[in-house]
C-alpha cells in the first residue's frame, strides 16, 4: 500500500466516523423524544473505498399504522369512560346514594311508618323531607347532566379548534418532507414532525394515512372522509350556547361531511371527538329522559282522583312547572316523556307549612275539597297506602328511555341506575382491553424506531476503534514520511 492510499484510507476512516458519531450524538440526545425515530449511517462501498451512505430512519410504516390506530380506539374509549364516570358521580358515591331509586326507597319506608301511625306530625314531616329530596335530586341531576352536555360541547369546540391547527402544522411539515425528498436533502427530522402530529391528530380523530410519489401524504378518517390532501380539509362546529332537556347539539362536519358519534359501551368511536358527540347527543340524553319519566312516574303515583278515584287525576304530592315558571295542575300522559320535567319538578304548596297543610298529604284535598278522601280524622291511613301500592303498580313508560319495559316506577328507577353501571362496566371493560393495545403497539413501535442507549453506547466504541485504527494509520504515515526525508538529505 502507497503512503497516499494509506492517506486517503485514513482520511475516509475519519470522515466517515465523524459522520457516524454525529448520528449516534443525535439519536442519544434524543432517547426520550416519543416522536423521534433513530437514524443509522451505514458504511457502503464507494469510488474512493467505503464511504457513509444516506443517513437511514429507521421508520415503520406498518408498525406506525397499528400505532394510530390503537391510539384513536383508546383515545375515544377513555374519553367515553370518562364522561360516563361523570354521569355516575351525578348519583353519588359508590352506593349512589343520590339515585331517584335510593331516595324514592327512602321516600316508600317513611310512607310505611306514616301510615302505621297517620297521626304522627313528625312521621308526615319526615315524608314530606324525603318527597322533597327526591324533588331536589332529579332537578340537580337534571341540571348537572345538562351541565355535563355543555362541558362536553365546549370540549368539542376546543378540539376542533386543536384539530384544525395539527392539521395546518402538519401541512407545514408535509411540505417539508416533499421539498426535502424532491431535492435530495435529508428529510428525517420533517418526518419525525410529520408522525408525531399524525399521532396527536389519531387521538382526536379517527385517521389513515396514504403514502403518495414524492413522500407525500394523504390523512382520510375512519370513515373514509379525506381530512388531508396537499392542504387541510375544514373541520367545523358551531358551538351551543346552553343546554336544557330540550336542546340538540350542532354536529361537527369536515369537509362538509357530518362526522358520526360513537355507538356501545364498547365504542365505535375513533379518536376523542366522536366520544364527545355520543355523550353529549346519544348518553346524556337518554339518562335525561330516564329522568324525566321517573318525575311523570312520581306525578302520577301521588296523583289525587278523589274519595272514590273517578275525578279527573291531578297533580298531588308531586307537581311541576311550565318553561314559564308557572305552577301546573295537570297529569301528564302516560307513556310519553315530558323532556325536562325532571328539572321543573316541586312539591305542590298545599302541603308545605306555614303557607300549606301536613292534613292535605294524610286526607288528600290538594286540588279542592272535592279531592279530599279522608273526612272522619286523623287516623286514616289508605291514603297514604294508597300512594305506596301506586308506586307498585304497572305504569308505561316511553320505549325512548331504553328501559321502557320496566313494571312499575320503582323497578323503572332501579333499572335506571343498572342501565348506567352496565354501561359503565362495558366502557371499564373495553378502556382496559384497549389501553391494552395501545401500551403493546407503542412498545413494538418503539422497539422498532426507538433509540436503545446500550446499542449506542456499542456503537460508539466501535466508532472510537475505528477512530484509533485511523490514528494509528495517520502516526505510521507520519513516521515513514520522516523516514523518507531523512534518508534524501
Do not use: C
Request: no cysteine.
Amino acid at each position: 500500500m502507497s503512503l497516499s492510499s494509506t492517506l486517503s484510507t485514513a482520511q475516509a476512516i475519519l470522515s466517515n466516523t465523524g459522520t457516524q458519531a454525529a448520528v449516534v450524538a443525535k439519536n442519544l440526545a434524543n432517547a426520550q423524544n416519543p416522536d423521534y425515530v433513530r437514524r443509522s449511517a451505514p458504511i457502503v462501498a464507494g469510488g474512493n473505498g467505503a464511504v457513509v451512505g444516506d443517513i437511514v430512519r429507521a421508520g415503520n410504516p406498518a408498525l406506525l399504522r397499528q400505532t394510530i390506530e390503537s391510539s384513536s380506539a383508546a383515545s375515544g374509549q377513555r374519553t367515553l369512560l370518562d364522561g360516563l364516570n361523570a354521569i355516575k358521580n351525578l348519583m353519588g358515591g359508590n352506593d349512589n346514594e343520590f339515585s331517584p331509586a335510593k331516595l324514592i326507597a327512602a321516600l316508600q319506608n317513611n310512607l310505611d311508618a306514616f301510615a302505621a301511625k297517620a297521626n304522627d306530625i313528625g312521621l308526615g314531616l319526615a315524608v314530606l323531607a324525603s318527597a322533597q329530596d327526591v324533588a331536589a335530586g332529579l332537578k340537580t341531576a337534571s341540571d348537572q347532566l345538562q351541565g355535563l352536555r355543555k362541558q362536553a360541547d365546549e370540549e368539542i369546540g376546543n378540539q376542533v379548534g386543536e384539530l384544525n391547527a395539527l392539521l395546518s402544522q402538519f401541512q407545514e411539515a408535509n411540505d417539508r418532507v416533499k421539498n426535502l425528498t424532491a431535492t435530495g436533502g435529508d428529510p428525517n427530522d420533517a418526518l419525525d414532525t410529520r408522525d408525531g402530529l399524525l399521532k396527536k391528530i389519531s387521538e382526536i380523530v379517527g385517521v389513515t394515512a396514504s403514502l403518495r410519489d414524492g413522500n407525500d401524504m394523504v390523512l382520510y378518517t375512519s370513515d373514509g372522509t379525506t381530512l388531508f390532501e396537499t392542504v387541510p380539509r375544514k373541520v367545523t362546529f358551531q358551538p351551543t350556547a346552553s343546554f336544557d332537556a330540550s336542546t340538540p347539539g350542532n354536529g361537527i362536519a369536515i369537509d362538509g361531511v357530518p362526522l358520526r358519534a360513537g355507538q356501545g359501551g364498547d365504542t365505535t368511536a375513533k379518536g376523542s371527538l366522536q366520544a364527545l358527540l355520543q355523550l353529549r347527543d346519544q348518553i346524556a340524553p337518554v339518562f335525561q329522559s330516564q329522568l324525566d319519566e321517573i318525575a311523570r312516574g312520581l306525578v302520577t303515583a301521588f296523583a289525587e282522583t278523589g274519595p272514590d278515584g273517578t275525578l279527573v287525576p291531578m297533580a298531588g304530592l308531586f307537581t311541576y312547572k311550565d318553561e314559564t315558571g308557572a305552577l301546573q295542575t295537570a297529569v301528564p300522559a302516560a307513556g310519553a316523556i315530558v323532556p325536562g320535567l325532571a328539572s321543573r319538578l316541586v312539591i305542590n304548596p298545599a302541603v308545605v307549612p306555614p303557607v300549606g297543610s301536613m292534613d292535605a298529604l294524610r286526607d288528600g284535598g290538594m286540588n279542592g275539597a272535592e279531592y279530599r278522601v279522608n273526612t272522619g280524622g286523623s287516623s286514616y291511613a289508605g291514603l297514604i297506602d294508597q300512594y305506596n301500592r301506586n308506586l307498585e303498580a304497572p305504569m308505561a313508560f316511553d320505549p325512548a328511555t331504553a328501559i321502557g319495559d320496566s313494571r312499575n316506577l320503582l323497578s323503572f328507577a332501579t333499572m335506571s341506575v343498572g342501565w348506567l353501571e352496565q354501561l359503565r362496566s362495558s366502557a371499564t371493560h373495553a378502556d382496559e382491553a384497549k389501553y391494552a393495545m395501545l401500551s403493546r403497539s407503542l412498545n413494538a413501535y418503539s422497539s422498532a424506531t426507538g433509540v436503545s442507549l446500550d446499542e449506542e453506547l456499542s456503537l460508539l466504541l466501535d466508532i472510537e476503534q475505528a477512530y484509533k485504527a485511523a490514528a494509528k494509520l495517520l502516526r505510521m504515515t507520519d513516521e515513514m514520511v520522516e523516514a523518507l526525508l531523512k534518508m534524501g538529505r
